[in-house]
């Protein structure tokens, strides 16, 4: 089976511009997540969709946007980059929203310079 | 406030040295925790879900368990390749599905 698949793998974006992530769920699960992390620290919820709704978010400014396609597949925008937010952002799927595992994509590393 | 709090950060241990890594939470409502490993820049490999206390889990030289206040790793007899970061997570009764995760612990087999 194909597990949580992200594109692109990594990504150098310059301070102002604008990102989309992408994200591939395992199939027959209906829940992504999103998270951040920065080196040396755990993963930060930005958001989870569940059946094309938000079901959750996390911390994370207004520039942080996501949505979830009927395939389930979903992407996480940001915009007005700043060097803070270099960090792996990583997506996780689910079978459904609630207390089930969330299996990890490999992730995606944003060098913001 | 939600929290999770893991020690020691970092751990060293030889091949065959058995050890535990604590995984402490806060949480309104515990729905599950859960215990990932962490390779170098990639994601978490998910490894195990505990839902109440007394509960255990064991995969090969790992063995989890849960209490009301907190969860530990035990890792029996371990091999080079079980060096990685362990991280723990706790998902609290709000419907979000948001994962709190502590800061990891890191740990070195030596051969």
């Known amino acids: 089976d194909t597990g949580v698949t992200q594109s692109p793998t990594h990504l150098i974006k310059t301070r102002g511009q604008q990102v989309t992530l992408r994200c591939s769920p395992i199939s027959g699960h209906k829940s992504v997540s999103w998270y951040q992390q920065v080196l040396g620290q755990g993963p930060q919820f930005i958001f989870q969709?569940?059946?094309?709704?938000?079901?959750g978010r996390g911390n994370f400014p207004d520039r942080f946007s996501a949505r979830q396609f009927p395939n389930y597949s979903s992407e996480l925008n940001v915009n007005a980059l700043l060097l803070g937010d270099s960090a792996l952002y990583l997506c996780?799927?689910?079978?459904?929203?609630?207390?089930?595992?969330?299996?990890f994509g490999p992730g995606t590393r944003l060098t913001v310079t | 406030e939600d929290q999770v709090t893991q020690s020691p950060e970092a751990l060293r241990l030889q091949e065959g040295e058995s050890s535990s890594l604590n995984c402490s939470y806060t949480v309104s409502g515990l729905r599950g925790l859960f215990w990932y490993r962490q390779d170098p820049g990639k994601g978490p490999e998910f490894l195990f879900t505990l839902y109440s206390a007394g509960e255990e889990k064991e995969k090969e030289r790992l063995k989890a368990t849960l209490t009301k206040k907190e969860s530990f790793l035990h890792i029996t007899a371990p091999k080079p390749e079980d060096s990685a970061t362990y991280l723990c997570a706790v998902q609290g009764n709000s419907n979000t599905g948001k994962l709190i995760f502590g800061q990891g612990t890191t740990l070195q087999v030596k051969p």
């Open positions: 996780a799927s689910s079978f459904e929203g609630g207390p089930y595992e969330q299996y």
């Open positions: 969709y569940y059946e094309k709704e938000e079901r």
